[in-house]
């Protein structure tokens, strides 16, 4: 079974504290790999897409990584306004074109 | 703004009535999807259309259906709710069928309530 495992679940930081989220996957074979960003109550915003290992996509302060089994999302010097939790889903071989996600890392800064 | 747009934003109901649901793709879509997103399940994929024909379909419940119209928009009809259905309903949108490139964007949600 298709399967995504985020960690941690939680993460607080203070301004300018870099650190990554994790993001661990079983699928039967990966047609993509995405980092969505979502506020409370809202949609989630995408972020990356990133196909095939060893690849890296960059955006502002945020940066994604992807190995066989496991992606990252580097934060570098984050900000307040970074705080959101950040979702992890990939798009399994198969007829459906659904998105498996995971349970998401809740991403807190404080100024 | 991703360009999809759901209504309504905010569904109160008491169990056992029926409510549908409306999203509108983003220009050019053809394909959309629906999610349920509830606190102990996270965000679970329902069903998927394109151009008007369902494609592929989650761990939907029989009570739900959902269809896409001509034009492309599509409702998600939900009913003999109970309290358990409570959740937020997002509906994606993407050019494709899901080749490479094709990313799905989400509409801003319908936080359900079930009384």
């Known amino acids: 079974e298709d399967q995504v495992t985020q960690s941690p679940e939680a993460l607080r930081l203070q301004e300018g504290e870099s650190s990554s989220l994790n993001c661990s996957y079983t699928?039967?074979?990966?047609?993509?790999l995405f980092w969505y960003r979502q506020d409370p109550g809202k949609g989630p915003e995408f972020l990356f897409t990133?196909?095939?290992a060893g690849e890296e996509k960059e955006k502002e302060r945020l940066k994604a990584t992807l190995t066989k089994k496991e992606s990252f999302l580097h934060i570098t010097a984050p900000k307040p306004e970074d705080s959101a939790t950040y979702l992890c889903?990939?798009?399994?071989?198969?007829?459906?074109?659904?998105?498996?996600f995971g349970q998401g890392t809740r991403l807190t800064i404080n100024p | 703004d991703s360009g999809v747009t759901q209504t309504p934003k905010h569904l109160i109901t008491a169990t056992g009535q029926r409510v549908t649901l409306r999203c509108s793709p983003r220009?050019?879509?053809?394909?959309v999807y629906w999610y349920q997103q509830s606190l102990d399940q996270g965000l679970q994929f329902l069903i998927q259309?394109?151009?008007?024909?369902?494609?592929a379909k989650g761990n939907i419940l029989e009570r739900f259906s959902a269809q896409q119209f001509p034009d492309l928009h599509s409702e998600l009809n939900l009913s003999s709710l109970e309290l358990g259905d409570s959740a937020l309903y997002f509906c994606?949108?993407?050019?494709?069928?899901?080749?490479?490139?094709?990313?799905?964007?989400f509409g801003p949600g319908t936080r359900l309530t079930v009384l």
């Open positions: 699928v039967s074979g990966l047609r993509g």
């Open positions: 259309y394109y151009n008007g024909e369902e494609r």
């Open positions: 990133l196909y095939s």
């Open positions: 220009s050019g879509d053809l394909s």
């Open positions: 994606a949108s993407s050019r494709d069928l899901g080749g490479p490139g094709d990313t799905q964007y």
């Open positions: 889903a990939v798009r399994p071989h198969g007829g459906a074109q659904k998105l498996v």
